[in-house]
């Protein structure tokens, strides 16, 4: 399947008989980058699956509050930035786990997990983002990862461009300060 510009998209999805093929057409274009992100975020694959899921059926339901303001593209993220840090915060609450031991069990994972695939630095530079904070860890994603730039990120998660660079410049100082340990 062809993959479509935001308008051609958003064309298809406002016409009744083309809405179906619009959604598609979304999921095709933007599916792989929202999943990548949200497994960066909650690491298992299982977990990002759903939440990817839950994404694009937030975006279906809410296609009629999208503005144009940014792409589509920055829409989606900030549904899956809310989704996986939505996720995190609930699942931390639930298992009644302090964020080092949810955190660890996630570097477990990263051990052991079957769907994870990476070299021992990847598996280093991923255990060492499970030590920052979520959002800290989200604006190194979104920035180091993604290639974003700091506009962008700050559409996604309506922050400052001025702290995002600072929390940038502090999840670097810890991701090296973790690293040099090791």
Same mark, same amino acid.
């Given at each position: 399947?062809t993959k479509f ?8 999805i ?5 809405r ?13 980058r929202v ?6 975020m909650v690491?298992i694959?299982?977990?990002?699956d759903d939440?990817?899921?839950?994404t ?7 296609i ?7 792409s ?10 809310n989704?996986?840090? @939505?996720?995190?915060?609930?699942? $931390? =609450?639930?298992?009644?786990?302090p964020?080092? !031991? ?10 052991h ?11 280093k530079l991923?255990?060492?983002l499970?030590t ?7 604006v ?6 993604e290639?974003?730039s700091?506009q962008e990120?700050s559409?996604i998660?309506?922050t ?5 660079k600072a @929390?940038?410049?502090?999840?670097? $100082? =810890?991701?090296?300060q973790?690293?040099?340990? !090791?």
């Amino acid at each position: 399947m062809t993959k479509f510009g935001d308008q051609e998209i958003l064309n298809l999805i406002n016409h009744p008989s083309t809405r179906e093929k619009g959604f598609r057409q979304l999921i095709v274009t933007h599916q792989e980058r929202v999943y990548h992100l949200i497994r960066r975020m909650v690491i298992i694959h299982e977990d990002a699956d759903d939440l990817t899921q839950n994404t694009f059926i937030k975006a279906f339901k809410y296609i009629h509050k999208f503005e144009g303001q940014s792409s589509l593209f920055t829409w989606l993220y900030r549904i899956a930035t809310n989704e996986a840090l @939505s996720f995190l915060e609930k699942k $931390k =609450k639930r298992f009644f786990l302090p964020i080092d !031991d949810y955190n660890e069990t996630l570097a477990n994972y990263l051990d052991h997990g079957i769907q994870f695939t990476g070299d021992e630095i990847q598996q280093k530079l991923q255990k060492a983002l499970l030590t920052l904070p979520d959002k800290q860890r989200l604006v190194f994603h979104l920035k180091y990862q993604e290639d974003l730039s700091y506009q962008e990120i700050s559409e996604i998660t309506k922050t400052s461009v001025g702290s995002l660079k600072a @929390s940038y410049h502090h999840a670097v $100082k =810890k991701i090296e300060q973790y690293l040099g340990e !090791d």
